[in-house]
């Protein structure tokens, strides 16, 4: 096993070249880029660690990060599962009350009993930001998809195995520091690396060299593949593509035919063909959240209390995306028919602060729970906040 240097859990790490940033398990050092070597590291189940890193008592017991669950009668879904509740059925976007449903199910099995807990979505932005910047001290070059994984460019490493043992350094570093665990996939080009990050969850670490790529890929359902969704695997099936391997028996043609232009991209993919290039995302054009309400509500000050929330929380989030100001404020409105209205203000000038956002956004609310656009005084289930012509 190679030995890396110590870091000392609270000082800061060495300041090291773009071009010499990681020294090999031989002594040799990762330089310029040689060949295309692309990691990708995703945090294991985020939103659920997060709660057992600060609850040590949760540790153990299965945990899901979600709505209300209101003894299998609330509303939304299941953001998270650690793994233990994923053995008994639960996972992401599932509705809430299933996920109590299948919970209460385990109990009476002799199971142990289901946390459910809310989300605490600053809690998690706080720490993807500090677990970026110390992947970062590693990789001069990264690319964040999301708040819980990130590409790694790391075609400055001399070969895969010194790749390798730069990835397992990065993930001691995380579980050290902040007491989580990542998994890493390293292939030749993005497709590759993703796919890989998902195949030994948790605490994994998959390397997948240029001449493994097929083979690694081949007996994999179809749907690993990113973009093939639950329509378009279907229509796969219903043409003998289950397996990655099956698209093999297509000409590029043929699959054009059948899918147009991505069909083209699926035959590519499935000769573990993909682009190893990091470009940055389009900026986003606005940024918003929305809630929908375990109970239908007319409850003005619980209705502000949450419109206020939003408000905190986007403003908060304008610097994690690379901008200062907005200038249009749009308000959204769900009621109980599932009516839902919109109504947006454009500001003259560029604005930045909560007082103005809080103040914007309650004028374009009220008219929803007075007369003027809800004189039957309908119960309100959805309420949301959008930020438009953000600046820097």
């Known amino acids: 096993m190679p030995t890396f240097p110590h870091f000392p859990h609270s000082g800061a790490f060495p300041s090291l070249p773009s071009s010499a940033r990681f020294l090999g398990a031989q002594g040799e050092i990762c330089d310029n880029s040689i060949v295309d070597i692309i990691g990708h590291l995703d945090m294991d189940a985020f939103f659920a660690a997060v709660a057992e890193r600060d609850h040590p008592e949760w540790r153990g017991l299965p945990l899901v990060v979600g709505a209300d669950p209101q003894g299998g009668r609330g509303r939304g879904v299941v953001s998270t599962a650690n793994y233990l509740a994923r053995r008994y059925g639960i996972h992401s976007a599932m509705p809430i009350s299933r996920a109590w449903e299948l919970a209460e199910a385990a109990k009476r099995r002799g199971e142990p009993a289901t946390i459910f807990v809310t989300p605490n979505f600053p809690r998690y932005a706080e720490l993807s930001?500090?677990?970026?910047?110390?992947?970062?001290?590693y990789v001069s070059h990264i690319l964040k998809v999301g708040i819980d994984e990130a590409y790694l460019d790391l075609g400055f490493c001399k070969s895969f195995e010194q790749a390798e043992a730069l990835c397992q350094q990065i993930k001691e570093e995380i579980r050290v520091r902040e007491g989580l665990t990542a998994s890493v996939g390293i292939g030749?080009?993005?497709?590759?690396?993703?796919?890989?990050?998902?195949?030994?969850?948790?605490?994994?670490?998959?390397?997948?060299?240029?001449?493994?790529?097929?083979?690694?890929?081949?007996?994999l359902p179809i749907r690993k593949i990113p973009g093939v969704g639950p329509k378009t695997e279907k229509f796969l099936a219903r043409r003998g593509i289950h397996k990655v391997a099956d698209v093999k028996r297509f000409t590029p043609e043929e699959l054009e035919e059948l899918l147009g232009k991505w069909g083209l991209a699926l035959y590519e993919k499935a000769h573990g063909q993909g682009s190893a290039i990091l470009k940055a995302s389009?900026?986003?054009?606005?940024?918003?959240?929305?809630?929908?309400?375990?109970?239908?509500?007319?409850?003005?000050e619980f209705l502000f209390e949450r419109l206020w929330a939003m408000c905190r929380s986007l403003l908060e989030?304008?610097?994690?995306?690379?901008?200062?100001?907005?200038?249009?404020?749009v308000v959204t409105v769900r009621f109980a028919d599932f009516k839902t209205y919109t109504r947006s203000h454009t500001l003259a000038s560029p604005a930045g602060t909560?007082?103005?956002?809080?103040?914007?956004?309650m004028k374009l609310f009220m008219p929803f729970v007075d007369h003027r656009r809800n004189p039957r005084r309908k119960l309100i289930r959805l309420l949301g906040v959008r930020l438009e012509k953000l600046g820097h």
């Open 129 to 137: 930001r500090r677990i970026m910047a110390l992947v970062n001290q």
């Open 188 to 219: 030749p080009n993005k497709l590759v690396a993703k796919i890989a990050s998902d195949r030994q969850k948790p605490n994994g670490l998959t390397v997948v060299r240029p001449e493994e790529a097929e083979e690694f890929l081949a007996p």
């Open 282 to 300: 389009p900026e986003p054009k606005s940024i918003g959240e929305q809630e929908t309400f375990s109970k239908d509500t007319l409850d003005l």
């Open 317 to 329: 989030s304008l610097p994690e995306k690379g901008f200062r100001t907005f200038r249009t404020v």
């Open 354 to 361: 909560l007082r103005l956002l809080q103040f914007e956004a």
